[in-house]
């Protein structure tokens, strides 16, 4: 039997067909590219569970989740790049996966079409935990791609439904683990993997035995299995490598599948990403001439506004600041910066506010992006400012200028810019 036998299946059965004749197929196999899964996706999930938190209460999208909602606390200050670091896993280890994904997917495929499609009740939960499973996984690869992309083509809200589709994900996940993982453990004892990787194509077979996933009439191999392996492997090691200059900044230049990830040109010292420049944003530059702007400060006794001269000029009770910290966005890209600027809790101290427990923060933005809420840890921390110049030079317009949030370890979209006020709260 060769591979261009067109011979019709045996009795329905689509594996006899030409479909499905791959002789590499098989649990084996399968079995391998799931352990990689068993062990990559729970991180992404967690990791992007960790994501939502970092938003703070009240503040993640989407909102109203119901039972959903993981339980409130304040993400870790310390270390500063810790929001850095699992946003980056997130997004980078959730690309480097899909080559596996598809793959497993490939691997499995002859099964979905096995008769009779359902045998028992088992069975049948099996089939609706994989339909959901299948179903949730390329639905969160399709919107997560599309999401940092920026392409929203999709007409309903990414936030929600990519939050609300890993929740279904994480429950098939879980179901088709419990239903599988023996006969999984099972398939690996059969092969052994250092055997399979020295194993040339001359010599490649189908497995004996299988069930569904393997070929009542196998063609010749093409591709041995650990031709295959190294296909797939090879696959994520390029993605990898073309993702992550997201977050080593110096492999950045190779970034191309990141609309926001490449080194933008722009004003010494303001060379990192921009998600949304100054005329996206619909910002008034004369609303931010440093001539008339002024910084209002509220919570306090009465209304405090300072100039940006008076917040360069330092001094006791507003000295300048300085710290090397992370600016990271949900879409997966970051960059690591020196900032000087004022104290957040200095500038409470100011408006007469000692022990603030939030602060509002408003901004020119007339859009969603113009207000932002900083539980009282954020507020407090020594490292916690108000921007006012990167790397020794001023803002630039599309990076906030005359002022912008930085805090560590804190969502890009938190890091407010254009700042017109801030309202230090005790309540």
């Known amino acids: 039997m060769t591979e261009t036998d067109t011979a019709p299946p045996v009795g329905g059965d689509l594996r006899a067909g030409p479909r499905f004749r791959s002789p590499i197929r098989g649990p084996w196999l399968t079995a391998v590219l799931g352990v990689v899964l068993l062990v990559g996706l729970p991180v992404v999930a967690v990791t992007g569970l960790l994501d939502y938190v970092a938003y703070g209460a009240g503040q993640q999208i989407p909102a109203e989740v119901g039972l959903l909602r993981p339980p409130d606390f304040v993400f870790p200050l310390d270390p500063p790049w810790l929001f850095r670091l699992t946003q ?137 299995r650990r031709g295959a392996l190294a296909v797939v492997g090879g696959g994520s090691l390029l993605i990898g490598a073309l993702t992550v200059g997201q977050t080593v900044e110096p492999l950045r230049p190779l970034a191309f599948l990141l609309p ?57 009770e507003l000295p300048l600041h300085t710290a090397t910290l992370p600016l990271a966005c949900v879409e997966g890209w970051s960059a690591v910066r020196t900032w000087t600027g004022v104290r957040l809790r200095d500038l409470a101290a100011v408006a007469g506010v000692a022990a603030p427990t939030a602060a509002i923060v408003t901004s020119f933005d007339p859009g969603g992006f113009g207000r932002a809420a900083l539980p009282g840890a954020r507020v407090l921390h020594p490292d916690s400012m108000l921007a006012l110049h990167v790397e020794g030079h001023d803002l630039s317009l599309d990076h906030g200028f005359p002022a912008r949030i930085i805090t560590p370890s804190t969502p890009g979209v938190q890091c407010t810019k254009w700042v017109r006020a801030i309202d230090f709260r005790t309540t």
């Open 88 to 224: 980056g896993v997130h997004v980078g280890l959730g690309l480097v996966l899909i080559p596996v994904v598809l793959a497993k997917l490939w691997s499995v495929l002859p099964a979905l079409f096995a008769s009779p499609p359902v045998r028992s009740a088992a069975h049948l939960l099996e089939r609706l935990s994989l339909l959901l499973l299948v179903g949730s996984i390329l639905f969160e690869i399709v919107t997560g791609v599309l999401n940092i992309q920026y392409d929203y083509v999709f007409g309903f809200s990414f936030y929600t439904a990519h939050y609300l589709g890993a929740w279904v994900f994480m429950a098939a996940f879980a179901v088709h683990v419990v239903l599988k993982l023996p006969s999984a453990a099972r398939a690996l004892r059969s092969r052994s993997l250092r055997t399979e990787l020295r194993t040339p194509l001359s010599r490649t077979r189908p497995e004996e035995g299988g069930g569904d996933l393997v070929a009542d009439r196998p063609a010749a191999p093409t591709v041995s």
């Open 260 to 316: 926001r990830g490449r080194v933008p040109d722009g004003p010494p010292g303001n060379d990192f990403p921009v998600n949304r420049t100054a005329a996206a944003a619909g910002i008034d530059p004369s609303a931010v001439d440093p001539g008339g702007w002024r910084l209002e400060l509220t919570g306090g006794p009465a209304p405090v506004l300072l100039d940006r001269a008076r917040l360069l000029a330092g001094g006791p």
